[in-house]
């Protein structure tokens, strides 16, 4: 007061002092510390991943790191205004960002007049532009580029003092044949040591002729499926199917075998023969290690692997790869989940369709085209017609094979039911029609007389009565162990090219289903519904409070177990509107608000950031992992739909690259092993454990399951749910 002390930290601007505040009650304590604790670290987790992003935009360019400027390129990737650019000028961008904020509104960034010295993109917020007189309001970040976010007010500027050309096009080569291109390559300037970039060239754009050419001239004999820098194998495997038949793919490689050189000398010729028959069979097993017996059912590439077979049997310079081969052949295939499986017995050309991947696929419950399963087929009475037929029979194999029992006097339509009663008839060509029915939908078999009357079966319509009981005697961790163990067995049978056929199209094998991963997307759907279903059920507001905070837990519990998938179905779930409304249940349980939202919300983050918060979780995980599916299905999507496939006749390869690099996300996830957490095993006494991928079972004596985990087990695969939104909020609105 008498300023004889000087402050010497006045410019800090906040304090904060450890004295704990005193509870109202004697002997209470301090309130609840903990939960403020994880609610605080959970919320500056979420903040964390924007402030990294807006101090790496904020620094100038000279001084950005390489993480630095794969994060701008990254958030790039997800801006529309520069959504038509290339990945190489997207590159180049990221360098030259540079970050503006104005916090309040009717700020003016520039005047009519001034000279422009930037162009902008609108990030977050937006921008009203007033102008005076005839001038050009440019929209986009070049003239004459599509409306988007980005905008430039004034005369169109020139070269800009300050500005840096790059010639993006004097790293790239166009090859041509004829006069017309035929294959665009572009120097590689990322990854790897400067001796190999100087020599290596990405694959833009081409013919799918010359795209395998180049990479037939250009692989290694030791390239593989997931290399981490030469990525270009990997990405014409995963999907050519989208580009090339895979009869067309046989040809050119039969072609190329067999083709000889025209040019050199008799040693050269030889020596040049040699090793490209010898990069040919390393595609053909790489190939086959990715697809297994999924080829079996294309007559030409059996062909084609009897005629490589032949072939290199009779080159004596190749007989090492042949011995090599029927080394491997008798050798014992290690499953996904980390047993062996015995070899398989198979013909000359099969030794060939024996892989990892489908032996993974062997071990687990995964469906494949032609297995046969169980259809239920329901008449306009609800009467169930049961049929056994292919996974991927089609709508006239389905009614030809319930024709006896239908009647053939008047005609008969296959009919998809939903739970509002929605009708949506099915075309005769359409396949895998009951593997693709979503949660609580029916397939009836009706006449057109009878599809005016048709109504969903009384089971569509969900459950009367929760299972609160049956809940309350399983803990949350064990619940959760036993979801995860499920979602395993589900998860590991997709096959990596599944997730590609279901967002193209109808797929180029005959032997590839969609099947696994629908089942996956069911589950999803059930599980999220199911939570919301047991809240709107359960009649007592304590007891819902207790229900809602087991959910919370279990959500807690699904997320330190790596299952994100079944983590974000329970927590969709939990903020289901028709869950989000009951006021009183929420004040009850207050403290699950708090406590979950502490311990769950540092995943789930902020979606409106394109799950920033979710992506950099994950990229911290060490595998098994089950990863936020529809996310996955989510950004193939937004690759398929915001890149053209062709361009002036060339194949698109930069999408190509893209949505494989979305497809080893699968792989990443199942690099190692997982391990059972629940007392139901079933593994093999003699399973080899990998460290890395065992983890502690949370399923242990203190963990208080009253229930048996067969009855337990069976009642998680046979969950129950109202997927009827407007019947949840009913059911709500008659709680509170």
Not at 463 to 470: A, C, D
Request: charged residues 25%; aromatic residues 6%.
């Amino acid at each position: 007061v008498r300023q004889e002390w000087h402050f010497q930290d006045k410019e800090t601007q906040f304090y904060r002092f450890a004295e704990l505040e005193l509870s109202p009650e004697a002997g209470a304590g301090p309130r609840d510390g903990g939960d403020e604790l994880l609610e605080a670290l959970a919320f500056l987790a979420q903040l964390g991943p924007d402030a990294l992003l807006t101090m790496a935009l904020r620094k100038p360019p000279g001084q950005r790191t390489e993480d630095e400027l794969e994060l701008i390129f990254e958030e790039l990737l997800h801006i529309k205004a520069v959504a038509h650019l290339s990945n190489s000028v997207k590159r180049e961008l990221a360098s030259v960002l540079m970050f503006e904020s104005h916090e309040r509104a009717g700020t003016v960034l520039f005047s009519q007049g001034d000279k422009g010295t930037s162009w902008y993109i609108v990030w977050k917020g937006s921008v009203n532009v007033v102008t005076h007189g005839k001038l050009w309001v440019v929209l986009g970040l070049f003239p004459g580029v599509p409306p988007s976010s980005g905008w430039v007010l004034g005369p169109l500027p020139g070269l800009i003092p300050g500005c840096h050309p790059k010639d993006v096009e004097a790293n790239t080569v166009r090859l041509k044949e004829h006069g017309k291109v035929v294959l665009v390559l572009q120097k590689d300037l990322q990854g790897g040591s400067a001796s190999a970039r100087a020599s290596r060239y990405l694959v833009m754009a081409g013919t799918p002729e010359k795209i395998l050419e180049h990479l037939l001239e250009f692989m290694r004999l030791d390239a593989t499926l997931y290399d981490p820098v030469d990525t270009l194998l990997g990405d014409f495997l995963l999907t050519y199917t989208v580009f090339m038949p895979t009869g067309q793919l046989c040809r050119a490689l039969l072609h190329h075998f067999r083709a000889e050189p025209l040019e050199g000398s008799e040693q050269d010729k030889a020596s040049y023969s040699l090793l490209k028959r010898r990069k040919i069979l390393r595609l053909v097993s790489q190939w086959v290690l990715l697809y297994g017996r999924l080829l079996q059912g294309d007559r030409g590439t059996t062909a084609l692997l009897q005629n490589l077979a032949d072939l290199a049997s009779q080159d004596p310079r190749l007989g090492g790869l042949g011995q090599e081969q029927e080394r491997r052949r008798p050798r014992g295939l290690e499953n996904g989940d980390g047993s062996v499986s015995p070899p398989p017995k198979a013909p000359s050309s099969g030794a060939w369709l024996g892989s990892p991947e489908e032996a993974a696929l062997d071990s687990s419950c995964a469906l494949r085209a032609q297995d046969k399963v169980p259809y239920e087929i329901y008449r306009a009475d609800h009467s169930c017609l049961v049929t056994v037929l292919p996974v991927n029979a089609s709508v006239r194999d389905v009614l030809r094979a319930l024709a006896p029992r239908l009647g053939h006097d008047r005609e008969h339509v296959l009919v998809r039911v939903n739970s509002a009663g929605d009708k949506v008839g099915l075309p005769p060509d359409a396949v895998g029609v009951f593997t693709a029915l979503g949660l609580n939908e029916r397939l009836f078999a009706v006449s057109v007389e009878e599809l005016g009357s048709l109504t969903p079966h009384p089971e569509q319509l969900g459950p009367h009565v929760g299972s609160s009981e049956t809940l309350d005697l399983i803990s949350s961790k064990d619940l959760a162990s036993h979801l995860s163990d499920y979602d395993w067995n589900l998860f590991r049978s997709i096959h990596q090219v599944e997730m590609l056929h279901y967002i193209v199209g109808p797929p180029r094998f005959h032997e590839v289903t969609t099947a696994n991963l629908e089942r996956v997307m069911r589950r999803f759907n059930e599980l999220q519904f199911w939570v919301a279903t047991e809240l709107c059920l359960c009649p007592e507001v304590a007891r819902r409070a207790q229900l809602l905070r087991k959910f919370i837990k279990l959500a807690a519990h699904l997320k330190e177990q790596k299952n994100l998938n079944s983590f974000f179905a329970v927590m969709f779930g939990v903020n289901n509107t028709a869950v989000t409304r009951l006021a009183r249940t929420w004040e009850v349980g207050l403290g699950a608000r708090r406590w979950g939202s502490g311990r769950c919300r540092g995943v789930s983050g902020d979606p409106s950031w394109n799950h920033r918060v979710y992506r950099l979780a994950v990229a911290k995980m060490s595998p098994p992992i089950i990863p936020f599916v529809p996310l996955l299905l989510k950004d193939m999507t937004f690759i398929h739909e915001g890149n053209r496939t062709l361009a002036e006749n060339l194949i698109n390869f930069e999408k190509m690259h893209m949505m494989a690099k979305t497809l080893r996300v699968l792989q990443r996830c199942r690099g190692h092993a997982h391990a059972p957490l629940s007392p139901m095993r079933n593994r093999s006494p003699h399973r080899p454990e990998d460290p890395k991928a065992v983890r502690i079972s949370t399923c242990s004596e203190q963990s208080l399951s009253v229930r048996s985990p067969i009855s337990t087990w069976a009642y998680l695969q046979h969950l129950r749910a109202i997927d009827s939104q407007k019947e949840l909020l009913r059911l709500s609105r008659d709680l509170e």
